[in-house]
């Protein structure tokens, strides 16, 4: 068959043949080419192969320096060129996706061994495109000069409709625009507010455009979880309205870093309701020909919203490491929350009147008719107090009302899980002492495949794991990291707890003289910073972010600094996972603190010739108290450095 790497005859069985070809690969193409065969590699392989072939789902739990990208990449390819529909590969984050078409990674080192090329195309979320409508409102009101060079680099095509369809090419990525901080990005970037299928720019749209030119990939599309759940969650609803699914059916789907993929896929069945979105949507349409019976009753919704978003700020209060704010569901905020449905729901009932005496534009009535939908049933799960788990963000003096279902079991075992279909969870971290059942139940998985594979790296002579017992003044504490990266001569990556803990870091450092560049989250676009990272040898890049995926080999990081043990934080999210089990801290809190803290340490080691230090401060109660459990968790024996 064509692009297959072996003969495949009419009358040979394919797995057969890729059986033979996967022997010829490691024991002989891969030396060929100068890569170290790995016993670790042949085992994934073969336990990959029963998946594949019986088209189950498989949990593929193999520690850093397995090469278990390569394995489960050459399945992948190879069965979407046998069966002629693309893979789709899903990684932890958005952040994380061009990792694998990286220049010198997986993707060029498979093309040498196949000696064809392989078609890989990224999926990125609808965030990471311009909106521009957004932009060309935005423009008229703003002398930012960094706002200006983004719209002066804009195809003509997109605002002239003399162009022939022939002339178009993509464009509005947030990779192009580098420069941009991520503050800025939001500003002239896609939100769900955007009515896209009503849109007159839609067809030269760069999101469109983009979405175009990955659905067409032969051998690999490679998208976020977030992205993908996105894709489940909205596939009905884009059938119905005539549009396709965000992403084309697979031939198999592997999930990269999979024990992520719960809170993704919570994250896509998530209602969020800003401030001013539902003023935005309702004032709009009062600028139309609207009756009288509908314009009370928009005006009745924006007062009891208004007072509704009131309660709600009154009753939240900040968490410590989370920009997620506790809310008080108060007796008043329910009420006003009822209210609010009924009157929307009588809203509806006279659009329908508005359709039919022709005083609307088709525009509005398309994007209040979709967003009230949407708003009700946010409501109606707020009202629903056990069916959600519900909190306030504010970013800009503007607050948004989440609202997130507790449970997704049912439906990914239902839209994901129940289909023939080869599945692969990758990860080092996707069980408990080879237990996954864990994982399995949380997600909706009845039976599934399993094997663990351990990291070939002798940690203990590569990696040193130190202890500093942090102390009550955070001054000190930002001192002692600057003298660790100062000896280190940079080198090095800080991974924070949280934005908010970063930038108290950030004005602090500020102040001071620093011999190499200091490279922080947020600040340009993430692949940019990571690439000036490590092209940089002396610099230090610093994120609450990057504690999985990220892969940086060589003299550029010598040294992970963590300062703090990463247990979760009190928000509600958490606290909603708390109050499901009799033990939360030994169920909840520590697993999921020394799950983060062991995908940390995996950013340091990632070949054979890697070494480093790792550093971790905490308090001395935790010393004390979780010693042993760190210890066993922990790559190599952990050593304190402080007293205090």
Request: net charge negative.
């Amino acid at each position: 068959m064509k692009d297959l790497p072996f003969k495949l005859g009419r009358n040979d069985h394919f797995f057969q043949k890729l059986g033979e070809y996967v022997g010829d690969f490691f024991y002989d193409i891969m030396p060929e080419h100068g890569y170290e065969l790995r016993d670790e590699q042949i085992y994934m392989a073969f336990q990959l192969e029963q998946a594949f072939i019986s088209k189950k789902t498989i949990f593929a739990e193999a520690g850093v320096g397995t090469g278990k990208t390569i394995v489960y990449l050459m399945y992948a390819i190879l069965y979407a060129r046998y069966l002629r529909k693309p893979a789709i590969i899903a990684c932890a984050d958005e952040t994380l996706i061009e990792q694998i078409v990286k220049k010198g990674g997986d993707k060029e080192k498979l093309e040498q061994m196949f000696q064809s090329p392989i078609d890989v195309r990224l999926a990125k979320a609808r965030e990471n495109y311009i909106c521009v409508k957004k932009l060309d409102h935005l423009i008229l009101s703003t002398d930012d000069e960094e706002i200006h060079k983004v719209y002066d680099q804009i195809p003509s095509f997109v605002f002239q409709e003399t162009h022939s369809m022939d002339s178009y090419y993509r464009y509005g990525d947030r990779k192009e625009y580098e420069w941009l901080s991520d503050d800025k990005w939001e500003e002239i970037a896609y939100d769900p507010l955007q009515q896209c299928s009503v849109c007159d720019l839609r067809h030269r749209c760069g999101q469109t455009l983009n979405r175009e030119y990955y659905k067409a990939a032969s051998d690999l599309m490679i998208c976020s979880h977030d992205f993908y759940m996105e894709h489940i969650w909205t596939k009905e609803s884009r059938k119905r309205e005539g549009q396709l699914p965000l992403l084309p059916e697979a031939s198999s789907i592997i999930f990269d870093e999979g024990h992520l993929l719960e809170f993704a896929a919570q994250k896509a069945f998530t209602y969020r309701f800003n401030s001013d979105t539902l003023t935005k949507v309702l004032t709009g349409y009062t600028e139309e020909n609207v009756r009288e019976e509908t314009l009370f009753l928009i005006e009745e919704i924006l007062l009891l919203h208004d007072e509704w978003f009131d309660e709600i700020r009154e009753h939240s209060q900040n968490v410590v490491h989370s920009t997620k704010m506790k809310i008080e569901r108060t007796p008043s905020m329910i009420n006003i929350a009822q209210r609010l449905f009924q009157v929307v729901e009588k809203l509806l009932d006279e659009l329908v009147f508005d359709v039919q005496l022709f005083t609307m534009d088709r525009y509005y009535l398309n994007m209040m008719e979709e967003y009230l939908d949407f708003f009700l049933l946010g409501i109606k799960t707020f009202l629903q107090e056990s069916e959600g788990i519900i909190w306030v963000e504010e970013n800009r003096g503007e607050l948004s009302l989440v609202i997130m279902p507790r449970l997704v079991d049912g439906t990914l075992s239902e839209e994901v899980f129940s289909k023939e279909l080869p599945i692969v969870f990758s990860s080092a971290t996707l069980s408990k002492n080879q237990d996954f059942s864990y994982i399995t139940s949380s997600l909706g998985i009845n039976k599934a495949l399993s094997f663990s594979v351990n990291s070939p790296f002798d940690y203990e002579s590569k990696m040193a794991i130190d202890v500093h017992i942090l102390r009550e003044d955070q001054q000190v504490l930002w001192e002692e990291l600057e003298e660790a990266l100062i000896k280190n001569e940079g080198k090095s990556l800080i991974l924070f707890r949280a934005k908010n803990e970063m930038e108290d870091f950030r004005k602090w450092a500020n102040n001071k003289q620093w011999p190499f560049s200091l490279y922080f989250e947020g600040d340009q676009e993430i692949s940019l910073l990571v690439e000036q990272f490590q092209n940089e040898i002396s610099s230090v890049l610093l994120s609450y972010h990057l504690w999985e995926g990220l892969d940086i080999p060589g003299e550029s990081l010598t040294q992970v600094l963590i300062p703090g043990l990463p247990f979760p934080p009190e928000d509600p999210v958490f606290e909603a996972k708390r109050k499901a089990t009799d033990s939360p801290f030994q169920d909840v809190d520590l697993p999921f603190m020394i799950l983060r803290l062991r995908q940390g340490m995996g950013r340091l080691i990632r070949t054979q010739n890697d070494s480093g230090a790792i550093t971790v401060w905490m308090k001395e109660r935790e010393y004390e108290e979780l010693y042993q459990e760190l210890n066993e968790a922990m790559p190599t024996s952990i050593r304190l450095k402080n007293e205090s």
